[in-house]
């Protein structure tokens, strides 16, 4: 029984298709039922066979129910449409309590039908039921739905449908969807929909979710995104009558998912290396144009060189900082729009929003940005002007920091784009913000380790290459990683007593500090014993017992493994070259051997036992002498040279010696010819090149006499000396030549054994030795004032630049140097 008017529900028009599930009928203005759908047939049983063509009143429940129906019929073409509760009748005979609405349908032929919609009470909860409740619930509900005929002319729409295009209701009436929307990309939206339209009127099968595009009366200025299905009405035969349309607003679904795109995107464009000025460039590229069309990233000055970021600034900060311009994008190539551009220095305005989101740690969202008068920037009118003048009408300033310091700040604007910011796009920039700050503290931190491994391995190699007169030299060091790499290579070139100089080449395995690290204290341990004047298998006999203790030092350490591994890997080659012998006594410890070029370009890899790395303590080092002929180059080198991953050894053993067969190049040009053949690609590991070329003292640089062990022979000693000063034009150092030689002489005497030997060396110093056969090494002390003896050797370490003892073959060498005089 259909409820009298009274209980009509108010404006129950609003909506009247918005319960998903509903049976649809249509009636025309004689009652009788010329649309039926499968919804409907599903509800009360009928088939469209069965009731199209009917009168509609044939399914109501009893007799007196059918007489109201014409009264009824008459009240709802009064008020234009009904909304209510009723009862049906099945088509087995039980009665169905529905909800019931009836609203008008309008069509080109001026012909009144109705569109009636029913659900069944028995899905919707007793609540629901209420005349009030089931107001709010039709009036409320975000689904539009639309009816258009064959034509695809619009014959009813709910109020939603209204609200979402925002087409009135008399305006599309009776007109097609592509005849009311405006131009542009609206037009393109429209024709889109009514192609899919079409095709659903031709096949019958519905088309779900189809993307739909509008701009709503109430947001111009924003897209919103709307889900849209179609299904055709049929009448009793199947043929089609019209379509009908239900439309959902997703476009919060859609900027979630779009947010969701851009934060995946950020996690693989923004952090892409430890550089910071690169990783402010790609949040400024990320950034634009999805979010923003201008994109400026200003970085502390600190941070790109590596230093302690900013703290946080205060109220009493005293001096604003300047910042450096790391990132810039904009949406007009070429035309950046921006104060500064990349790599130059920012500079904060005080009183600004800039430095209270420095101060603060908090971002500034400004949606339409207040130039007028009584603002900061009466203090500032050129940043004004700027702003009116790129049109920037919109703006969001997002710290950026991590650890609790500044890193540094990055401004979003919107010139272009008349949508003005709002909380959402600030959430979603501070989160693009803070994964950048995660990439640029990770790259802060890393150019410092960098720096210091850069900066210690600078200070441990050597700066300047001095052969002195025993050989001229030249070298190359090329990192693995010409940006990132501090490796563990080192060379070195010692001078030694009498005119001698060590040569060593080092190989840390590895790279980084650790590296670096081990490569400083080996390095600095073979200075200390090329000073003790060892030959070089016993150097590399104590350097594997350093290597050894530096393992078991460090095996509490923190980082253990890696400092193991690299004092583990370490490889070294030690020669001692004398000029005066043309004699190079070499050895090594797992180290390449060394390549030798006589004069006339002949190169032979000399046979010197391998020995192991050091760190193991298995086997002794074996030294090996070798002549050379005046002229010739060592070239000492790392296995980066001859190593890599696409040949083997003995081509790059081949490849160094056919580049070597040029002896008379200047050292220079022929290490560069050696890294010319180097292959293309960077090596896989560091390369390391120390090339000498010998020289020989002349004869008459040097002197030497044989002495008897009689205190009588050090007044001849002296006269020796002096004569040969006289002949050498030193007279300047007759003096101090006199009693160093009167004390080395008069020691080896009384504390030494066997045949005496003086010699004297002229090169870039003036060197005096005595030798004798015994081992035991003289020991400085300082006499006290009743000693009547023990000031000799106090006496030479002041009037000498440098003395020392060393063992040789047969005995002990005790030698003094001086200073030549300026000039001679």
Sequence with gaps: MVDSPEDVVPNAARGSMEMTGAAIAVVDADGMVVGWTQAAERLVGYSAAEVVGRPAAVMLPSAEDRAKASAFARRCRARGRWSGLAALRHRDGRRLDVSLRVSPLSGQDGRAQWLVSATGMATVSSWAANGSVLESLLT?????????????????????????????????????????????????????????????????????????????????????????????????????????????????????????????????????????MRTGQELADLAVPLLADIVTVDLAESVPLGEEPLARLGPDAGRIPAFRRAGLASIRPGAPDAWWTRGETVFVPPTSPFLRVLSSGKSHLEPVIDTSPGTWFDHHPARAEKIRECGIHSWMIVPIHARGTVLGIAVFVRTEDPVPFEQDDLLLAEELVTRAALSLDNANRYTRERAAALALQRNLLPQHLTGGSAVEVASRYLPADLHYGAGGDWFDVIPLSGARVALVVGDVVGHGINAAATMGRLRTAVHTLADMDLPPDELLAHLDDLAIRLIEEDADAKD?????????????????????????????????????????????????????????????????????????????????????????????????????????????????????????????????????????????????????????????????????????????????????????????????????????????????????????????????????????????????????????????????????????
């Design 140 to 276: 409320r509900a975000p689904i539009g739905i639309g009816v258009r005929d064959l034509q695809l002319r619009c014959t009813w729409v709910n109020d939603t449908m209204e609200v979402q295009d925002g087409i009135p209701r008399e305006e599309r009436l009776g007109r097609r969807l592509a005849e009311v929307l405006p131009g542009g990309e609206s037009q393109g939206e429209a024709e889109a929909c009514e192609g899919v339209m079409r095709r659903v009127l031709n096949s019958g099968t519905p088309a779900v979710d189809h993307p739909y595009r509008a701009w709503p009366p109430a947001d111009r200025h924003r897209e919103h995104a709307f889900s849209v299905s179609f299904f055709r009405i049929e009448d009793a035969d199947g043929h089609a009558l019209g379509v009908c349309i239900m439309s959902v607003d997703v476009t919060s679904r859609q900027r979630a998912r779009e947010r969701l795109a851009v934060l995946s995107e950020a996690s693989t464009r923004i952090g892409s290396t430890l550089d910071v």
């Design 560 to 824: 253990k493994e890696g400092i193991a591994a690299a004092v583990l890997g370490v490889t070294c080659l030690y020669a001692v070259y004398d000029p005066v012998t043309r004699r190079c006594t070499m050895a090594r410890a797992g180290h390449p051997p060394p390549a030798i070029v006589d004069p006339h370009g002949h190169v032979t890899f000399p046979d010197l036992p391998a020995g192991t790395p050091l760190g193991l303590g298995m086997v002794p080092f074996e030294s090996v002498e070798l002549e050379l002929p005046e002229g010739s180059v060592l070239a000492f080198y790392t296995d980066g040279l001859v190593e890599s991953r696409d040949q083997d050894i003995d081509t790059g053993m081949h490849r160094l010696a056919t580049a070597l067969a040029h002896p008379r190049l200047p050292l220079e040009d022929l290490c560069s010819a050696l890294l010319d053949t180097l292959p293309a690609a960077a090596p896989y590991d560091d390369v390391t090149l120390l090339l000498a070329r010998t020289r020989t003292l002349s004869p008459d640089q040097v002197v030497s006499w044989d002495l008897p062990t009689d205190p009588a022979v050090v007044s001849t000693a002296r006269s020796l000396a002096l004569r040969q000063l006289t002949q050498w034009a030193l007279q300047e150092l007759v003096t101090t030549t006199e009693l160093i030689v009167s004390e080395l002489v008069t020691n080896a005497i009384r504390h030494g054994t066997g045949p005496i030997r003086l010699r004297l060396i002229r090169h870039q110093l003036l060197t005096c030795e005595v030798s004798d056969t015994s081992n035991s090494l003289p020991r400085l002390r300082h006499a006290r004032t009743t000693d009547e003896s023990g000031r000799g050797l106090f006496l030479i370490a002041q009037l000498s630049h440098r003395r020392g003892t060393r063992h040789t073959t047969d005995g002990k060498t005790v030698w003094a140097e001086q200073e030549l005089p300026p000039g001679t």
